[in-house]
Nanobody, 113 residues
Framework: QMQFVESGGCLVEAGGSLRLSCTVS??????IGWYRQAPVQHRALVAT???????NYVDSVKGRFTIARDNNKNMVYLQMNSLKPEDTAVYYC?????????WGKGTQVTVSS
């Protein structure tokens, strides 16, 4: 089964940038995405990338976040720019569009105003 280890989250000021990384345990995966869960909210998909490079984003992060993958290294990244306090959440990666595998521990992103 697929396993995920997320890293790169920290406390950052509004307007700042962060790059999240996700290590995937298997080398063959098609759609994979970054999800986030804010306090008292459901986990939600924010960005998806497919093996061929096609990407999808939710409207709230379009133009600010960029998802990328390195198939040779089994890595997925999320570059987050112009961060806002409402981006504060625990970020996870998993298969997309549905998180079908056990969730990792995630990485906490906190954006201060």
């Amino acid at each position: 089964q697929m396993q995920f280890v997320e890293s790169g989250g920290c406390l950052v000021e509004a307007g700042g940038s962060l790059r999240l990384s996700c290590t995937v345990s298997v080398s063959t995966f098609n759609g994979i995405g970054w999800y986030r869960q804010a306090p008292v909210q459901h986990r939600a998909l924010v960005a998806t990338i497919y093996r061929g490079g096609n990407t999808n984003y939710v409207d709230s992060v379009k133009g600010r976040f960029t998802i990328a993958r390195d198939n040779n290294k089994n890595m997925v990244y999320l570059q987050m720019n112009s961060l806002k306090p409402e981006d504060t959440a625990v970020y996870y990666c998993n298969s997309a569009p549905r998180g079908a595998w056990p969730w990792g521990k995630g990485t906490q992103v906190t954006v201060s105003s």
